[in-house]
């Protein structure tokens, strides 16, 4: 580790472990991050208290924090907490840290909302709740349901709700199996999509700290999609949508699954910001 300062201003502690991260190859705005997260300062008061002395404690527990990140551990596991479409969640090693590709698939749900009508909503392996809490903040009268295997990931969602004092149901269920029997006006899903066969390029940390149920699937990772096809149309109302995350590289595979489950569908792809394919959205057109 960088030699360290013994009383450092915020930006000298700051300068410090933005060094430390570097001399990893590791991002440094993990350093503010951190810091931020410690202190309790939004950016506004980290620029006004920059020349102030770090209180002896945050300055401690801010070594700790940047030598964790430093030995690998993902910052937000460290902080226990991830931005995510302006909520602050709680997460630990049970989900994943949510990304800002999510985000995008998020905004594309709430952009159409002008368009649709949408009461009954259900999020598909919801993680931290970070999907269905975001549509539910933005969309108070939705009526949001979110699932997920994983018992340890529901009690994340769960406390994420009530911290965020939003009123989303939540059941453990695989997929359609133990949600309530009705029709949605939006189902959404970011699943897991990523192909053992990928691990070489993957990086570290998430290998190491984030949760393989929630990263990989079978069939060159296309599993759950293909299930969701097969599935998904007994769960839509007329007029329905069915939104998708994806691998960048999955999207003609992913399209082609659900054009040939609901041929009546409109099935189309959408791209990220850095101009790969990884969302879908499938519109029911067939009556019942």
């Known amino acids: 580790m960088t030699k360290r300062p013994s009383k450092p201003t915020y930006f000298e502690a700051q300068r410090w472990a933005s060094f430390c991260l570097k001399t990893v190859d590791l991002p440094q705005d993990a350093a503010r991050f951190l810091l931020l997260g410690l202190t309790g300062l939004d950016q506004t008061q ?4 920059y020349r102030d002395t770090l209180p002896i404690a945050d ?5 700790a924090a940047i030598e964790r990140v430093v030995a690998g551990e993902p910052a937000q596991y460290v902080l ?13 090693p049970a989900v994943l840290i949510p990304r800002v590709e999510t985000e995008e698939l998020v905004d ?4 159409d909302s002008a368009t649709m009508t949408a009461k009954q909503v259900l999020d598909i392996g919801t993680g931290s709740g970070a999907i269905a809490l975001a549509l539910k903040q933005n969309q108070p009268s939705w009526q949001v349901t979110a699932s997920d295997i994983s018992a340890a990931a529901l009690a994340v969602a769960q406390q994420n709700a009530a911290e965020l004092q939003l009123d989303v149901a939540f059941y ?7 949600v309530p029997a009705t029709k949605y006006d939006v189902i959404v899903s970011n699943p897991p999509y990523i192909a053992t066969s990928e ?3 993957m990086d570290a940390s998430v ?3 984030e949760p393989q149920q929630a990263l990989f699937a079978a069939n060159d990772g296309l599993a759950i999609y293909e299930q969701l096809a097969a599935q998904v149309a007994d769960h839509l109302a007329v007029n329905g949508r069915l939104y998708l995350e994806f691998g960048y590289h999955q999207g003609p595979a992913v ?4 054009t040939q489950a609901l041929p009546q569908a409109t099935v189309t792809l959408r791209q990220d910001m850095a101009g790969h394919d990884r969302m879908l959205r499938v519109i029911n057109t067939k009556k019942d």
Do not use: E, M
């Not at 300055?59 to 070594?63: D, N, T, V």
């Not at 226990?80 to 630990?92: D, S």
């Not at 453990?172 to 133990?178: E, G, P, R, T, V």
């Not at 399209?255 to 659900?258: P, S, V």
């Open 46 to 49: 980290l620029l006004i208290h």
């Open 59 to 63: 300055w401690q527990a801010y070594q």
């Open 80 to 92: 226990g907490k991830a931005p995510f479409y302006g909520l602050a969640l709680t997460v630990n």
């Open 108 to 111: 594309w749900i709430l952009t």
């Open 172 to 178: 453990q269920s695989d997929l359609f199996a133990q």
């Open 199 to 201: 691990t070489s390029v």
């Open 207 to 209: 290998l190491t700290y």
């Open 255 to 258: 399209q082609q699954l659900f």
